[in-house]
């Protein structure tokens, strides 16, 4: 009981709201998992028949366009959950989710998650809140998305990896994502994105080592993602 106790997940969504007895529950009933880099924890449309709670590590949430290309919707990390929507609609999952780096993930069976879900008004009403502010930062990414130049959503992008997911000791973007990865993310032709990075490294505002990028201007990124 004290690992879901005083885990990350627990202390940042809607899992705070269970009640002493509740956690015990949680912990009997969870599996660990470990996710390696690349895997997938679930795919568009399969059924999960639960959630999903990220303990360690970076994934990413995605789905696949008309074209076949796999487009980026979310990135998700250590103290988030995963799933919560298809469970509540009862439907298979609208999305991909994949490994970036080596994952940590608890799953806990819908069963369990439904019965906290009737039996705990508090527990219910923050659920529901996160699903809502996930449809409204789903609507803000989709404006985005038709509002500003590729130019804009790099810039965006590169400073919401800095501020989301933090920096390594030489300064470089902690997540280290690739081109193909980074395009799917703005919208745009991975060649696309190599040109618009290769621009702002010789505006000076980031430095770029093989994967590794140093974000050198953040004031500079922050006007031109305005």
Known sequence: MNKCDQCIVRQ?????????????????????????????????????????????????????????????????????????????????????????????????????????????????????????????????DKVAMAQKTVKERLAQTLLYLQDNFGLETDQSLSIQLSRDELASIIGTATESCIRLLSDFKKQGLIEIAGKKIIIKNSRELQKMAE
Request: glycine share 6%; hydrophobic share 35%.
């Open 12 to 140: 940042l969504t809607s899992l705070k709201a269970l009640t002493k007895e509740e956690v015990i529950q949680l912990a009997n009933s969870k599996k660990t998992l470990t996710i390696k880099k690349g895997e997938a924890l679930f795919e568009e449309g399969e059924v999960t028949n639960g959630v999903f709670c990220v303990k360690n590590g970076v994934g990413k949430l995605s789905k696949l366009s008309a074209n076949g290309k796999d487009q980026i919707v979310k990135l998700v990390k250590s103290g988030e959950l995963l799933g919560q929507r298809s469970m509540i609609s009862n439907e298979p999952a609208n999305l991909s989710a994949k490994a970036i780096s080596d994952m940590e993930v608890c799953y806990i069976p819908k069963k369990e998650m439904l019965g906290f879900f009737n039996t705990n008004n508090q527990f219910s009403m923050s659920l529901m809140q996160t699903i809502c502010e996930d449809l409204k930062e789903s609507e803000n």
